[in-house]
C-alpha cells in the first residue's frame, strides 16, 4: 500500500489503534469519567474526614472557619467560576476547530487559575504569619479548644492544598496544550483531548465550590 493510500485509510489524528474517531472520542472519554471518579473517592474521603470531625468538634471549627477571609474565599470562587466559562469557549472553538480562540480560552483560563493561586498564596501566607499553621509552631489564643482548631487547618490546608496541586497540574497541562492548539491539531473530528481536559478543569472548579462553605462559611452560621 502507497504511502497516500495508507494515509487516507488512517487520518491524521487518529491513533493506530482506534478504527475511527468516534471509537477514539468514547475510549477516551471513558479514560477520563475513570479518573475523575477515583478522585471523586479521594476527595469524598477528606469531606467524610472534615465531616467526622466537625460533628465532634463543632464549636472549634466554627472558631477556626472564623480566622478565614470570606471575602477572599468569594473573590477565589468567582475567579474559578469564570475559568469555567473559558474553559467552555476553549472546547467550544475545538468542536469548531477554530485555532485562535482555543489559545484564547486556554490563556484567559491559565489566566484565572493563576490568579486564583496567586491570592491563595497571599492567604497561606497570612495563616503563616498568624501562627495558624498546623505543627509545633501552631498557636491558638482564640475561643475554644486550641487541639480542635488545630484539626480544622490540619484538614484545611490538606483540602485547599490538594485541590491548588489539581490546579497547578491544570495549568501545566493548558501550558502543553498550547503550542498543538496553535498549530491546528484539534479539529471537529478530533477534539477528545481538550473536551476531557475540560471534564477534569470542570471538577476541580466543582471541589472548590463545595469547600467553599464547608471551610469559609460554617463560621458565619454558627457565630
Known amino acids: 500500500m502507497s504511502d497516500s493510500s495508507a494515509a487516507a485509510a488512517h487520518p491524521p489524528g487518529l491513533a493506530h489503534h482506534f478504527e475511527s474517531y468516534e471509537q477514539q472520542k468514547h475510549s477516551s472519554f471513558l479514560g477520563m469519567w475513570l479518573f475523575l471518579v477515583q478522585e471523586v473517592m479521594f476527595f469524598g474521603g477528606l469531606f ?5 470531625y466537625r460533628s465532634l ?19 477565589n470562587t468567582t475567579v474559578l467560576l469564570i475559568s469555567s466559562f473559558t474553559m ?34 497571599f492567604e497561606y501566607g ?12 501552631f498557636e491558638w489564643h482564640g475561643e475554644g479548644v486550641g487541639r480542635p482548631v488545630e484539626i480544622f487547618f490540619c484538614l484545611y490546608f490538606a483540602m485547599t492544598g490538594m ?3 489539581h490546579m497547578v497540574v491544570g495549568i501545566g497541562i493548558m501550558l502543553f496544550m498550547l503550542r498543538p492548539a496553535w498549530r491546528g491539531k484539534w479539529t471537529p473530528q478530533n477534539h477528545n483531548f481538550v473536551e476531557g481536559f475540560g471534564l477534569y478543569w470542570h471538577f476541580v472548579d466543582i471541589v472548590w465550590i463545595f469547600l467553599f462553605p464547608f471551610l469559609y462559611l460554617i463560621g458565619l452560621a454558627t457565630h
Do not use: C, E
Request: aromatic fraction near 14%; glycine fraction near 12%.
Open 163 to 165: 485541590h491548588a496541586l
Open 88 to 121: 467552555v469557549i476553549a472546547v467550544t472553538a475545538a468542536k469548531k476547530g477554530n485555532r485562535k480562540w482555543i489559545v484564547y480560552g486556554l490563556l484567559l483560563t491559565i489566566l484565572f487559575g493563576g490568579i486564583f493561586l496567586g491570592v491563595k498564596y
Open 126 to 137: 497570612a495563616k503563616w504569619q498568624h501562627h495558624l499553621v498546623p505543627g509545633p509552631y
Open 57 to 75: 468538634y463543632g464549636d472549634a471549627f466554627a472558631a477556626g472557619s472564623r480566622q478565614l477571609d470570606v471575602m477572599i474565599g468569594a473573590v
Open 48 to 52: 467524610v474526614v472534615y465531616v467526622t
